[in-house]
Each structure stands twice: as structure tokens, then as C-alpha cells.
């Protein structure tokens, strides 16, 4: 199995950064696309931005231009960096892997999350 491990999250102010990292483990050469999600209190877990093995990114519109998202496969790590953070943003941040394991078999997997907190 492949086994995900997020960091990064914290407190920052309104207007202020942070870059979340989500290092991957085992059978990583089963990973296909790689995405963040989040989950705000009280509602349900949302994709932020996801990555394929080719790098073609897909950004949600409430983050396009001030999240982005890349991978680097030699070292098995995803990251999303988040600039002009805004409270909104607030949530846990979950790293999810998509692995094929078989011809037409795919699994999700994903990791424990971080927490990212904005003050206004």
C-alpha cells in the first residue's frame, strides 16, 4: 500500500502564506494522480487542486490564482502553496493519492491532514 503524511499547516494571518507538503511512502510507483482536499467545519470535504502524473493541474475556482499545487515525483512529495490566505480557507487539508493497482482497478488513499487556521 502507499502510505501519505501531510505537514505545513498552522495559523497564519489574512493575506499571508503557507505550503502544505504531503510526502508518500510504500508502493509509490502505483500513484497516479495526487490531489488536496479540505474540509471546513461543518461541511463537506472539497478538492482544492488536484495533479497527474503528467503534471496537468486542476485548481478549484475559489483558490485559481492564489493556490498552487506541484509535485516532485523524485522525492515523492506533493505541495500546495497558499498565498493571500484568506479566513475562509480554514480548514483540514487532506492529501489523497490515486494508485492503480490493476489494468482497470484504481484505490484512493489518503492521509491523516493538517490543520490550517486564518485570522482575519
Known amino acids: 500500500q502507499v502510505q501519505l503524511v501531510e505537514s505545513g499547516g498552522g495559523l497564519a494571518q489574512a493575506g499571508g502564506s503557507l505550503r502544505l507538503s504531503c510526502v508518500a511512502s510504500?508502493?509509490?510507483?502505483?500513484?497516479?494522480?495526487m490531489g488536496w482536499y479540505r474540509q471546513a467545519p461543518g461541511k463537506q470535504r472539497e478538492l482544492v487542486a488536484d495533479?497527474?502524473?503528467?503534471?496537468?493541474?486542476n485548481t478549484a475556482d475559489s483558490v485559481k490564482g492564489r493556490f498552487t499545487i506541484s509535485r516532485d515525483n523524485a522525492k515523492n512529495t506533493l505541495y500546495l502553496q497558499m498565498n493571500s490566505l484568506k479566513p475562509e480557507d480554514t480548514g483540514l487539508y487532506y492529501c489523497?493519492?490515486?494508485?492503480?493497482?490493476?489494468?482497470?482497478?484504481?484505490?484512493?488513499?489518503w492521509g491523516q491532514g493538517t490543520l490550517v487556521t486564518v485570522s482575519s
Open positions: 489523497k493519492a490515486k494508485l492503480q493497482v490493476s489494468i482497470e482497478g484504481y484505490v484512493d488513499v
Open positions: 510504500g508502493r509509490v510507483f502505483q500513484i497516479t494522480t
Open positions: 495533479i497527474s502524473s503528467s503534471s496537468s493541474t
